[in-house]
């Protein structure tokens, strides 16, 4: 297959960009295998939502950065393996390489064989975060990508609403543009607080942003 004229020049210009990224350099330094671990971080931080004991439930996990991020503020002293003091479970499509102490499950949440899964991975346990990476695959064609972000949201919005404790807490990423209104009123039927955030680690010329609701209505 044939590129399109200047691709090559834009591949280039990403490459470059990627590799001198200060937050690919630094996930490569703190052993994180994308730099995504730092988005979710200061949204922890900047909210305060995950706490050692919690039960936390990575819908869209793979390649697992964000499970790495919640694995190590569940342990103490913040170690990447050993002990760890809560339950996470990370849920994706695609294959996932193993994190110590996360329980993934490869599948779709939609499905009942999945959701059994799930129910035996939490043990009774009710869930105090989820946290949701998901995005759809971008067909360049916005009212067609728009629908997509709109059922994904539905989605980890019912998701919570049927896992969560009456005070958890939901973050996803979603984009702004055709589309967003409908997600934000989706957190806003869900959540009696629902807060916008745009992480540092969030390219500039990204659409994507982060909702964070959590008390549920």
């Known amino acids: 297959m044939k590129s399109k004229p200047g691709s090559g020049k834009v591949n280039k210009a990403w490459l470059h960009d990627h590799l001198n990224d200060p937050y690919v350099k630094q996930a490569q330094k703190d052993g994180y295998r994308a730099r995504a671990a730092y988005k979710l971080k200061e949204i922890d931080e900047t909210f305060g939502l995950i706490h ?17 991020y919640v694995r190590r503020r569940l342990a103490p002293q913040g170690a990447a393996v050993g002990a760890l003091n809560g339950v996470i479970v990370g849920l994706d499509l695609l294959p996932m390489e193993p994190i110590e102490g996360v329980d993934f499950i490869q599948g779709d949440f939609r499905e009942d064989a999945v959701l059994a899964q799930l129910e035996a991975a ?4 009710v869930v105090d975060v989820v946290v949701s990476d998901m995005a759809p695959n971008l067909s360049g064609i916005s009212s067609a990508d728009a629908a997509r972000m709109e059922h994904l949201i539905e989605l980890a919005v019912a998701f919570a609403t049927e896992h969560l404790k009456p005070q958890g807490a939901l973050v996803a990423k979603v984009f702004h543009g055709p589309g967003y209104n409908t997600v934000f009123g989706y957190f806003k039927q869900a959540f009696q607080t629902v807060k916008v955030h745009k992480p540092k680690a969030s390219r500039d010329r990204s659409s994507e942003t982060f909702l964070i609701g959590w008390g549920l209505k």
């Open 52 to 68: 050692p004991g919690d039960t936390v439930v990575d819908l869209g996990c793979a390649p697992g950065a964000w499970s790495q």
């Open 122 to 125: 939490l043990d009774g346990k």
